[in-house]
């Protein structure tokens, strides 16, 4: 069987510079989020091989509204709820699920969903199927959600807002004024939903992410993936009970997929812990945060964001990929995003900082930028 069609688009992809193929680890990591070095931590290791001593299994062998459901996968909630201060927790097999699950299952008909321009694909993933109508709102403006809204309610909207943010963005690094959406959602009566991916066990006291005041509250609902700072995998939606039931009882997502390995489970607990009871890991973390702002100002003369995740906008995709094949061909990890993952024109390099980094390397890594930006202007 011929697949021309898949040719044809495939070779458009390449010509346009955004063909994309899989590659094996190279370099200095630059590009996972990784941001506490937990994921091949001695700590974790130790987590799994005690978890399997006491019998604990790598497959849950089914839906957990089946026989996947484990005690593993119960006490993890049970910690994650009181870890990040909410009513309950459900968890998840990836982020990408829970977010899907939330805007697939969560708005009714009658409601509007309102979503940050530059939320994650994932939110969209759940919007194609959701009951409501969504429309996107200009990029971190509290301002224009409440404008929104307010024109929604006079032309005779009656259903629950939703509000789709993330706390900290995952390619332009900058956060969202989590209290300016909390007041918009208070005066429309509607449920702010808080994608803490980036932030989750990097930012807040005991790594609880920039959320973690306004946890527990009946009409703010966050998540938080374990497959970044906290090393493992999946994700957790925290909520009010009620809300946790109806996803059980109505989530696709949830309802049809195999349950999370319940080793992985055991495994994220002992990683919440560690998130308690090593702050050094964040501190570590912080410090390479403010002195690369001065190193990338220093050396290449660009401004930094304000978090872990520094973006250099480049513009074009070709220009955008040559730059980031120099500095992998200096042993950097470092990796090209090119649209549709960011708006057109907006091609670039995301470095991602971890604790597992040091002064000396991220300062060799910017005056290989600086090089490799001159050589391609």
């Known amino acids: 069987m011929a697949y021309d069609e898949f040719e044809t688009q495939l070779g458009e992809l390449n010509e ?24 091949e931590s001695a700590e974790l290791r130790q987590a799994a091989i005690e978890a ?33 201060g909410a009513e309950s927790a459900l968890y998840f097999g990836a982020g990408y699920t829970a977010n899907h699950a939330i805007f697939s299952t969560l708005p009714q008909r009658g409601d509007i969903v309102l979503y940050d321009a530059l939320v994650h694909a994932s939110v969209h993933e759940g919007l194609h199927h959701c009951r409501a109508p969504h429309e996107a709102v200009a990029h971190n403006d509290a301002g224009a959600f409440d ?17 789709a943010i993330e706390s900290v963005y995952s390619m332009d690094g900058d956060n969202a004024d989590l209290a300016e959406f909390i007041a918009v959602a208070d005066r429309h009566d509607a449920t702010l939903v808080i994608d803490e991916a980036h932030a989750t066990g990097v930012l807040g006291v005991d790594g ?44 696709r997502p949830f309802i049809f997929a195999t349950a999370p390995s319940p080793l992985i489970a055991a495994v994220t607990r002992a990683s919440l812990s560690i998130s308690r009871t090593q702050p050094e890991r964040r501190e570590r973390l912080a410090h390479l945060v403010a002195f690369a702002a001065g190193e990338l100002k220093t050396r290449c003369g660009l401004n930094a964001s304000p978090s872990h995740i520094l973006p250099i906008i480049i513009g074009p995709d070709d220009r955008a990929v040559a730059v980031a094949a120099a500095l992998q061909a200096q042993g950097f990890d470092v990796r090209a995003i090119r649209p549709p993952t ?25 005056d290989a930028t600086a090089q490799a930006l001159r050589q391609q202007s």
């Open 342 to 366: 960011v708006p057109e024109g907006t091609a670039r390099l995301r470095i991602a900082l971890t604790a597992k980094l040091n002064e000396d390397i991220i300062s060799e890594l910017f």
């Open 147 to 163: 404008t929104k809204l307010t024109q929604w309610r006079k032309a005779g909207g009656r259903g629950r807002p939703w509000i």
């Open 52 to 84: 399997i001593a006491r019998g604990v299994p790598v497959g849950a062998g089914g839906s957990r509204l089946l026989r996947g459901n484990h005690a593993e996968h119960e006490a993890l909630e049970v910690e994650a709820a009181r870890h990040f």
């Open 208 to 251: 609880r992410g920039l959320a973690a005041a306004f946890e527990g509250r009946d009409n703010v609902i966050t998540l938080h993936t374990c497959g970044k700072a906290l090393g493992t995998s999946g994700g957790f939606v925290l909520a009010p009970g009620i809300v946790r039931d109806f996803l059980v009882n109505r989530a």
């Open 16 to 39: 346009r510079g955004r063909f994309r193929e899989l590659r094996a680890r190279a370099g200095i990591d630059f590009t996972s989020n990784d941001y506490l070095g937990l994921a």
